[in-house]
């Protein structure tokens, strides 16, 4: 028994060489995990609190920088300029993309560019196009300020922060993901956040609150300043058009229609609520 036990013990603290470098095999772990983890929270999964941005949206809006001329651009053409910066492929710049113009603050978008209200995806990249918006080209962008670095192949140099002169992170809010680590910033309403930048700027107090771009009904009264432990109660806004007609005229933030559309059926199949059928009108008025 205590050889089999010393021999576990010799593999586990076995000599690893890598390169000059030599690694027990628990230092490799408790080393390289943690430089797994930092690279992953702050090159790829989370925003910075300076412009908002993660690195592939950072990417993306230089580049189209880059290209400004006021002219519409195919998508497919901004995502190949990007991979010079982004190591990850050209699939994680097209759906960032795709995310910040359906924002609606820093990209013009022309063609489909899906609905976020009913799921429908965006047009393949050979078919849409994009450009900076107005808004973008004023508050995001001041070269003699900004601070640069190398890229991943050190052919390019590119942004390490973008001087955003607005509270971007919480007007379009985020979400990620990193190794142990979960961000999740609601979005908030445009108007607001100027009015409480100005009264910041006068060393004021205030407090904003999430607002949602599907709409709906939100309950922030353990929202805690959106800081760790809040919570946010979001429901949908539903009124009653006669005996046999429910209609939703908002849904909650995170859903789609088909999402609730699929609720309702599956309430129904358990049979708590009866239902005749379920009709969907959003794309047509949107």
Known sequence: MSEEKNSKEQKFNRVI??????????????????????????????PYIEDGLKPV?????????????????????????TM??????DAS?????????????????????????????????????????????????????????YSYDRNNLEPVCLPVKFPLLLAQGTMGIGVGLRVEILPHNFNELIDASIAALRGKEVDIYPDFATGGIADCSKYNGGQRGGRVRVRATITKRDKRTLVIEDIPYGETTRSVIDSIIAANDRGKIKIKKVDDFTAEKA
């Not at 010079?84 to 492929?89: R, S």
Request: no cysteine; hydrophobic share 40%.
């Open 17 to 46: 060489n890598a390169g000059e470098n030599r690694y027990k095999l628990p230092g490799m772990f408790k080393d390289w995990f943690l430089d797994y983890a930092s690279y992953v929270m702050l090159d790829r999964a989370v």
């Open 84 to 89: 010079k910066y982004h190591p990850h492929g």
């Open 93 to 149: 710049i097209y759906d960032a993309l795709v995310s910040i113009q359906q924002k609606g603050l820093l990209i013009d978008g022309q063609g489909n560019w899906g609905n976020i209200l009913t799921g429908d995806k965006a047009a393949a990249m050979r078919y849409i196009e994009a450009k900076l918006s107005k808004f973008a080209l004023e508050v995001v962008y001041n070269p003699k300020i900004t601070e640069w670095e």
């Open 57 to 81: 949206q950072r990417r993306i809006l230089h580049t189209l920088k880059l290209n400004e001329d006021g002219k519409f651009h195919k998508v497919a053409g901004i995502v190949g300029d």
